[in-house]
């Protein structure tokens, strides 16, 4: 009997715990995802999806020139696949962008590639996208 009671108490124990952690809000993607997002986004054309982790424009940054993205319209620059090594880049333990070891983009018939910084504004608890760069 004392089993079946320790057993019981055990199991609305986890009920109630199971219950407890399902109402909690879903907590905002981390810096690395909203990146990655991002870069698969613009890099295949889904603008409603690059909408969700994209500031109203984005500013992007090829060596001394200056273009603009707007989600949900073309730019003239594209960005070229594969992206590697995402890291965050943090400023005082804050969070404001993420480094891109190699990063491809592509302006007329002209490919940069090279490192890259994406740069974050913090918005609603959760991070856009506001500025692409890259060095070269």
């Not at 809000?25 to 994209?54: S, Y």
């Not at 594209?78 to 480094?99: E, I, Y």
Request: aromatic fraction near 6%.
């Amino acid at each position: 009997m004392r089993i079946r009671i320790a057993t019981l108490i055990t199991l609305l124990a986890l009920v109630f715990a199971t219950a407890a952690g399902a109402q909690q809000p879903a907590a905002a993607p981390g810096a690395i995802e909203v990146a990655r997002t991002f870069l698969m986004a613009w890099g295949h054309e889904r603008w409603d999806e690059l909408k969700t982790v994209a500031g109203e424009q984005v500013t992007i940054r090829v060596g001394d020139k200056t273009y603009t993205l707007k989600p949900g319209s073309a730019s003239e620059v594209k960005l070229v696949f594969p992206f590697s090594g995402l890291s965050t880049v943090r400023v005082n333990d804050a969070v404001t962008g993420v480094a891109i070891a190699v990063l491809a983009l592509k302006v007329g018939d002209n490919e940069v590639r090279g490192s890259g910084t994406l740069t974050f504004q913090e918005k609603d608890g959760g991070f856009k996208v506001v500025g692409v760069s890259t060095g070269k």
